[in-house]
């Protein structure tokens, strides 16, 4: 007859114990080394977050992937370090798809700083920008799953879309800065941030054409710039496709171009020609408005669209 395995050397009673005195657990010793390594501050309970010390957030440089960020060499004035920190400085403007914050990213205990401009998209379902598909037209997503998400208007769709917006403006900086149109100097792409050179000076926004009251050689130079800057994105097979004098500002004299999200390829668009054309009316119509001939416009729309091919 087998006999019974003998369990009584791992019987455990469940029989209440009577409360064991940290005297006999803890020597005075031992106790003494854990107060002397608790804090003073009663209401201390440790860190809560790794924030930083000061400032809204650390910085997000090495977040971004190398092709997140701008084209090299970078300029000098891009803080790379590890230990930046961000510190918001305030709503620079609203738009349509996206708000733009001034930002300084500082390295704590020294006096390197710069300012720069962060551009958040909007989720597509609190955009206020309703004539999306004629700029995206020619623009498709690489993934079949995030072509059914955006023509379903799905949350992971509106989402990519943001995301789609963003990526392709620093898409845009990142061409027309390296072909040497005057846009500004893109940082780094996370999400549906996109964070850029800042143009203006003691964080106060360069003010755009608009604003300007330029007298006769100061139009004639600026227009000779806007010329210019669009002569070499139609070289590079592009137009801004929503160019006007609210999203061009005037900095030291130097004619810049803003807001690209919209950026259209004038040859996989079907309205390329349509979207070029309306750039340099639009844009030349202030121009003319305030003195400068009329037939300077007409010249340039004949060279742009000789120059695409679509004349």
Same mark, same amino acid.
């Given at each position: 007859m087998a006999r019974r395995p003998d369990r009584t050397s791992t019987f455990q009673s469940t029989a209440r114990r009577r409360p064991v005195d940290e005297d006999e657990v803890f020597s005075p010793q031992e106790r003494e080394?854990?107060?002397?390594?608790r804090s003073a501050d009663p209401d201390d309970h440790g860190p809560c977050d790794d924030g930083p010390p000061s400032g809204d957030?650390?910085?997000?440089?090495d977040q971004s992937e190398p092709l997140q960020r701008g084209p090299r060499p970078w300029p000098d004035w891009i803080i790379t370090d590890l230990g930046a920190v961000d510190h918001e400085l305030g709503v620079l403007k609203t738009g349509k798809e996206a708000d733009v914050h001034l930002i300084e990213r500082a390295v704590p205990g020294t006096d390197r700083a710069t300012v720069m401009a962060s551009k958040r998209y909007r989720s597509a379902e609190h955009t206020h920008f309703n004539r999306a598909a004629d700029y995206?037209?020619?623009?498709?997503?690489?993934r079949s799953r995030d072509r059914r998400a955006l023509a379903k208007r799905t949350r992971f769709g509106l989402e990519q879309a943001a995301g789609r917006w963003a990526a392709a403006e620093f898409d845009a900086l990142q061409r027309l800065h390296t072909a040497g149109v005057a846009v500004p100097y893109p940082v780094q792409i996370l999400g549906t941030e996109v964070i850029m050179e800042f143009v203006g000076a003691d964080r106060a926004a360069a003010p +755009? /054409?608009?604003?300007?009251?330029?007298?006769?050689p100061e139009l004639e130079s600026l227009w000779d710039q806007a010329c210019e800057n669009l002569r070499l994105m139609t070289e590079h097979g592009f137009t801004h496709g929503?160019?006007?004098?609210?999203n061009t500002?005037?900095?030291?004299? +130097? /004619?810049?171009?803003l807001d690209l999200p919209q950026i259209v390829d004038i040859y996989a668009n079907p309205m390329g020609r349509e979207f070029l054309v309306r750039d340099v009316q639009n844009l030349g119509g202030?121009?003319?408005a305030r003195g400068m001939d009329a037939a300077e416009v007409g010249d340039l729309q004949s060279e742009l669209t000789a120059l695409a091919g679509m004349p």
């Open positions: 080394r854990f107060e002397a390594m957030r650390w910085s997000i440089w995206t037209a020619g623009r498709t997503a690489r +755009r /054409l608009a604003e300007t009251r330029p007298d006769e929503d160019l006007s004098a609210y500002v005037v900095h030291d004299g +130097r /004619l810049i171009l202030w121009f003319t």
